[in-house]
């Protein structure tokens, strides 16, 4: 019986960690205290996201370094910041990153940074 309960117990816990870090459309959660913010998210599958950085950051630099910790490459470089084909475990990576200030889903109406 104990076993028994136990298991329930372990179940339980495991089911509320999934539900506790992801939403309701199934995006992964930000694990961060304060998270960039993120507009117009794409919800499925590798798409393109414009990423602002915070102002002072060196935009080439701060890709290139950010590519290499999170796998992804840049495929423009502006001024202020980069756009990336990214997943949706990589945007959320990235809005806990200190240079970020925003992110948003690239459906062509953003503008040239």
Same mark, same amino acid.
């Given at each position: 019986?104990? #076993?028994? @309960? $136990?298991?329930?117990? %372990?179940?339980?816990? =495991?089911?509320?960690? /999934?539900?506790? !870090?992801?939403?309701?459309?199934?995006?992964?959660?930000?694990?961060?205290?304060?998270? #960039?913010? @993120? $507009?117009?998210?794409? %919800?499925?599958?590798? =798409?393109?996201?414009? /990423?602002?950085? !915070?102002?002072?950051?060196?935009?080439?630099?701060?890709?290139?370094?950010?590519?290499?910790?999170?796998?992804?490459?840049?495929?423009?470089?502006?001024?202020?910041?980069?756009?990336?084909?990214?997943?949706?475990?990589?945007?959320?990576?990235?809005?806990?990153?200190?240079?970020?200030?925003?992110?948003?889903?690239?459906?062509?109406?953003?503008?040239?940074?």
């Amino acid at each position: 019986m104990l #076993a028994k @309960l $136990t298991y329930l117990v %372990v179940a339980t816990f =495991g089911a509320c960690l /999934v539900a506790c !870090n992801s939403n309701s459309r199934g995006l992964v959660v930000s694990s961060c205290g304060d998270p #960039a913010p @993120l $507009t117009a998210p794409h %919800v499925q599958g590798v =798409g393109p996201y414009v /990423v602002l950085l !915070n102002a002072g950051v060196d935009a080439q630099g701060e890709s290139q370094r950010l590519s290499m910790k999170y796998g992804f490459t840049a495929t423009s470089v502006f001024l202020f910041g980069f756009e990336a084909d990214l997943d949706a475990g990589t945007v959320e990576q990235l809005r806990c990153e200190a240079s970020v200030e925003f992110i948003r889903f690239d459906d062509g109406t953003f503008g040239v940074l």
